[in-house]
């Protein structure tokens, strides 16, 4: 039984702008996979609920190739960061994937609280500056 996995993005690692490489990138709904290798493939994804931030980022070199870099980093124990390295058009695909992943995080009622230093000196457990004493 074959699974029909239906991606709304799809790219390969580029050099030089081209699509030569055998590094392939996808996005679905709620994973993004990674596809590494010729003989031996290694075969990755990463859930979109479980993604913290995701960054951009352009050198001199792919802006003149029209390519760039975006990386995701992750709750994920096997990938904590995935690398899409020389992508064509990285901004439009880190909206996408930032899209993505709020859709998937709101569809699984998942999220996740900002790191925040509360203020709790008197150890009720309820910051003091929630306090309604």
Do not use: C
């Not at 993005?9 to 590094?23: A, E, N, Q, V, Y």
């Not at 709904?29 to 990463?46: A, H, P, T, W």
């Not at 609920?49 to 001199?60: A, E, G, K, M, P």
């Not at 709790?120 to 309604?132: E, K, L, N």
């Amino acid at each position: 039984m074959s699974v029909t996995i239906e991606y709304l993005w799809k790219d390969r690692k580029r050099h030089l702008g081209l699509p030569l490489s055998f590094t392939r990138y996808a996005l679905s709904e709620d994973r993004l996979f990674i596809s590494e290798g010729f003989l031996n493939i290694k075969d990755d994804e990463v859930l979109l609920y479980r993604v913290r931030d995701i960054d951009t980022n352009r050198s001199l070199w792919q802006r003149i190739f029209g390519v760039g870099t975006v990386t995701v980093m992750s709750s994920d124990k096997t990938m904590p960061n995935l690398v899409l390295k020389n992508i064509k058009d990285p901004i439009f695909v880190k909206e996408l994937i930032h899209q993505q992943v709020e859709e998937t995080k709101i569809k699984r009622r998942v999220r996740f609280g900002e790191v925040m230093t509360t203020d709790d000196s008197d150890g009720d457990g309820v910051p003091d500056d929630q306090d309604f004493d």
